[in-house]
């Protein structure tokens, strides 16, 4: 059986803060917050749809950095693939979300997130407060 793999990025800045996205669709998740990412297209690396999600959806060009975990279960059939990443180059926007927030050491839980993405935030936390 082979899986669609999904991949999201947590863009982190310089003071440790991570970006996080309030979803606006499906109606099953509008209003979640999630760490940006998407589908990997055919004939793509998982760091190339990484940096064209992020250009869609964000606006924004990333540097990918290293992968956090393994495979995150999502719903049948689907796994997500996460890693961290710093900007490049742009301001962050909400093109397909409805807000975007940095949430910032103390406030990494200040948002509902999705169930998916709530262990990736603990695991991330502690891969930055190690630092």
Same mark, same amino acid.
Do not use: N
């Given at each position: 059986?082979?899986?669609?793999?999904?991949?999201?990025?947590?863009?982190?800045?310089?003071?440790?803060?991570?970006?996080?996205?309030?979803?606006?669709?499906?109606?099953?998740?509008?209003?979640?917050?999630?760490?940006?990412?998407?589908?990997?297209? /055919?004939?793509?690396?998982?760091?190339?749809?990484?940096?064209?999600?992020?250009?869609?959806?964000?606006?924004?060009?990333?540097?990918?950095?290293?992968?956090?975990?393994?495979?995150? /279960?999502?719903?049948?059939?689907?796994?997500?693939?996460?890693?961290?990443?710093?900007?490049?180059?742009?301001?962050?926007?909400?093109?397909?979300?409805?807000?975007?927030?940095?949430?910032?050491?103390?406030?990494?839980?200040?948002?509902?997130?999705?169930?998916?993405?709530?262990?990736?935030?603990?695991?991330?936390?502690?891969?930055?407060?190690?630092?």
């Amino acid at each position: 059986m082979s899986v669609i793999v999904v991949v999201a990025a947590v863009i982190v800045d310089s003071g440790g803060r991570v970006l996080a996205a309030q979803r606006a669709e499906p109606p099953a998740l509008a209003g979640g917050w999630e760490f940006p990412g998407g589908k990997v297209d /055919p004939g793509e690396s998982e760091a190339e749809a990484l940096v064209r999600e992020c250009r869609e959806e964000l606006g924004v060009e990333v540097t990918v950095g290293e992968r956090v975990g393994g495979d995150w /279960p999502l719903s049948a059939g689907y796994v997500m693939r996460v890693w961290l990443a710093t900007l490049a180059s742009g301001t962050p926007e909400p093109r397909e979300h409805l807000e975007l927030r940095w949430l910032g050491p103390g406030e990494y839980y200040d948002v509902e997130w999705l169930g998916a993405d709530l262990p990736i935030m603990k695991t991330v936390e502690s891969i930055l407060l190690a630092d």
